[in-house]
């Protein structure tokens, strides 16, 4: 099997120019009928590896699947692209199942996902064995590892796949990375030498934000303001979080639901079902939601408060942005949120050794927070990828932190930690150093030692900011065990009787929230932009009214990607539709025609009323035209020469639109010119061809017959 026959399938079935790295090499791979190990992250594009060979390969492909979710999205995702395929778990009547296993039988089927314990079941055998199977594939791989974070029993007895069908590819997929498990998938599957490729889980699309948790509900609103109807997750400590949330949102005109364990499980699939469909755009969450939803527009990730790890965050954001355009995740950290983690942790079953792992990856996540270092960077060396250099695309590359002699401000924290018989935690110490009226410092007579009121010059988030990288570098410490009171390390006594010098970094002078929230203003939108963004939004509006018609989520009918590049390149014709990303054959058959009758009324609409629009020119002429006005008429009521007009109508009928040629070109003079076509080169000039026929033709006749000549090469290559 060649790589031609993949690629030409990456664009009838999906509408896809080229493959994304590895891709390639993967599927070459399993067409070579090679065991695969695939880690990529979240929306890397796992799913062509197994279903590009399986559309392009004859007989089945089986992909085992966790979730029955994900599975009806996957099939609903391949039939909206006119790929055969099905699924069968216990959500199916018999009746159902029994339709899936007679098209089955009929070798109707591409693609069938099963659940797992299906597969491995006892009366599932007998239809196994009489399928033509052209590959395995192993969906979310890493619930087979007990080291892993989302283990599945039923997966580990999946190693019978390589015992009974010893010569058809296994082909596993994850986006879990570390290594154990990674072994352990390769050992429990019984993968034979198998190739292993792995991605770089960066996801560049991805703008990553941390804030101080202060005022988060504002700084939420701001946020949300410039983020109009886009789909976002905000993901909540508590279930109590959640509701609250959602209320106070919907109080200030932001749509949005909740979702938690506890809400019974015909409301929570509503939610969900609402959320794919675009009905409700935010859902506060706590981290049950999200798996197993593949909604490729999901725009935004929020971490209302501090997620328990590095790797819970990574695999959360991840979900924003799977169709790879501009999207943000906004983490907002507090020590409370710390606190509280902590004290889960601590009252929490586990035993001392996962208390203290637990423990350990929630001080790196808030490290995380903490720390004025780029945060891909550092997410990413968290997982052993080793990145250099800024990424540009995080709140600390875009407001870089300026360091300063921190000399004199660590002394005065320092100094009165040390006077107040180091018994105050952060808050009470912000609140002595900025010289506050709180009770509490009067009660203990705070307001007599010498740094009462010292730390003026700093604003409250600045001295937390300040007192938590003296924290990072070892100045000073907590005493977890008594209050969370502070206390001077040995490093910090340096500082306070030594005059050791210390470099610490200072935020810029910050923005007020609403400046830094919102998206960038742009001062003066261009007039293409605003006709993008309008064109774009009456697609929109087309895709959800055909989505609620087809019974399919508006992402599945065509991705925002897809929409994008129609409102920018303003697709007139079958065939430049067909080159925008996303189009698959199937889809143009179905919805060409309505998107492109949308953009040819938006089109004329814009002409008639005098904007000017480019690359749309040869329609407006064509429209006229088959308005009944001759090419003289148009000639003159455009300004244009009529050859230019015979041009317009030549580039339409290029591109497949029916109009009847012989009036301009005789079937003779077609034959001859494009008998010489091949004597020249593309883009075909007019005048050597002129010349070459001593003046026989005209201009005009040239050009129909480099149309009619480019027309029927065009068919010929479908
Ligand atoms: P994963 O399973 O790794 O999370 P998916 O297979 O769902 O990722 O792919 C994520 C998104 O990327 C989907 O919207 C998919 O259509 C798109 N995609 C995948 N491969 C390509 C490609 N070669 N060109 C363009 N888009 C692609
Ligand atoms: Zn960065």
């Not at 018609?549 to 430049?576: H, K, N, W």
Request: charged share 25%.
């Amino acid at each position: 099997m060649n790589l031609n026959l993949a690629s030409a399938a990456l664009k009838k079935y999906f509408g896809f120019d080229q493959f994304r790295p590895l891709q390639a090499d993967i599927i070459r791979n399993v067409f070579d009928g090679k065991d695969t190990l695939v880690l990529m992250p979240t929306g890397g594009g796992k799913s062509l590896c197994y279903q590009i060979p399986a559309v392009t390969l004859e007989g089945v492909a089986v992909v085992v699947s966790p979730l029955i979710a994900l599975m009806k999205d996957q099939v609903e995702g391949l039939s909206a692209n006119g790929i055969p395929a099905a699924f069968i778990n216990s959500s199916l009547s018999l009746d159902q199942q029994r339709n899936v296993e007679n098209a089955l039988m009929a070798g109707y089927v591409k693609l069938l996902y099963v659940s797992p314990e299906k597969l491995v079941s006892q009366n599932f055998q007998p239809l196994l064995k009489r399928l033509k199977i052209t590959l395995f594939a192993i969906d979310e791989a890493h619930c087979i590892s007990a080291w892993g974070h989302d283990f599945r029993p039923e997966y580990t007895q999946l190693r019978f796949l390589k015992a009974q069908f010893p010569g058809i590819p296994v082909i596993a997929l994850t986006a879990t990375a570390d290594k154990l498990t990674r072994k352990d998938i390769i050992s429990q599957l019984g993968l034979a030498d198998p190739s292993v490729f792995i991605a770089s889980f960066d996801r560049p699309n991805i703008s990553l934000t941390v804030r101080p948790g202060q005022k988060r509900f504002e700084q939420m609103v701001d946020f949300l303001k410039s983020r109009q109807n886009q789909s976002g997750i905000i993901y909540c400590l508590s279930r109590k979080g959640c509701e609250s949330l959602a209320e106070k949102l919907n109080a200030r005109g932001f749509k949005s639901d909740f979702y938690h364990a506890e809400v019974p499980p015909a409301r929570r699939s509503k939610v969900q079902e609402d959320f794919i469909n675009d009905r409700t755009p935010i859902i506060c969450a706590t981290i049950a939601f999200g798996m197993g939803i593949d909604k490729s527009n999901v725009r935004f990730v929020v971490h209302y408060n501090l997620p328990r790890n590095l790797e819970g965050y990574y695999q959360e954001i991840g979900r924003a942005g799977r169709d790879g355009l501009a999207s943000d995740a906004l983490l907002f950290f507090s020590y409370a949120d710390l606190l509280s983690y902590r004290e889960m942790i601590d009252q929490g079953e586990a035993g001392a050794e996962q208390k203290a792992l637990k423990l350990a990856k929630l001080e790196r996540m808030y490290q995380f927070a903490e720390a004025p270092v780029c945060r891909r960077k550092t997410v990413l060396n968290y997982f052993g990828e080793p990145y250099d250099g800024q990424c540009g695309n995080c709140d600390v590359c875009k407001n870089p932190p300026r360091h300063f002699d921190g000399t004199v401000a660590a002394q005065k924290a320092l100094s009165a930690i040390a006077r107040t018989g180091q018994r105050v935690g952060m808050n009470l110490l912000v609140d002595i150093l900025r010289g506050s009226n709180r009770r509490e410092i009067f009660e203990h007579n705070y307001h007599q030692i010498k740094t009462y009121g010292a730390g003026k010059e700093y604003g409250y988030d600045d001295w937390l900011y300040l007192l938590s990288q003296m924290l990072h570098i070892g100045l000073i410490e907590i005493a977890y065990d008594d209050h969370n009171c502070l206390r001077v390390t040995d490093e910090g006594k340096k500082i306070l009787f030594d005059g050791k010098k210390v470099s610490l970094a200072m935020p810029l002078a910050k923005p007020k929230p609403s400046e830094r929230m919102s998206a960038p203003k742009v001062v003066e939108k261009s007039k293409t932009q605003l006709q993008k963004e309008e064109l774009l939004a009456r697609l929109q509006h087309l895709r959800r009214e055909m989505a609620i018609q087809q019974g399919i989520p508006p992402y599945t009918l065509f991705s925002d990607v897809t929409l994008q590049q129609m409102s920018e390149r303003r697709p007139l014709t079958d065939a430049e539709i067909l080159e925008i990303e996303g189009v698959s054959e199937r889809k143009l058959q179905l919805y060409g025609d309505a998107f492109i009758r949308e953009i040819r009324r938006f089109v004329l609409e814009k002409s008639a009323s005098g904007e000017r629009l480019t690359g749309s020119t040869h329609f407006i002429t064509y429209d006229m035209y088959m308005n009944g006005k001759s090419v003289e008429e148009i000639a003159g009521e455009r300004g244009f020469s009529t050859l230019t007009i015979m041009n317009h109508l030549a580039t339409m009928y290029e591109r497949g639109e029916l109009l009847q040629i012989d009036q301009w070109l005789s079937p003779e003079a077609n034959d001859i010119i494009q008998g010489a076509l091949p004597l020249f080169e593309e883009p075909f000039p007019l005048k050597p061809i002129f010349d070459h026929f001593s003046e026989r033709y005209s201009y005009d006749e040239i050009r129909w017959a480099i149309a009619d000549y480019r027309r029927a090469r065009e068919t010929a290559t479908k």
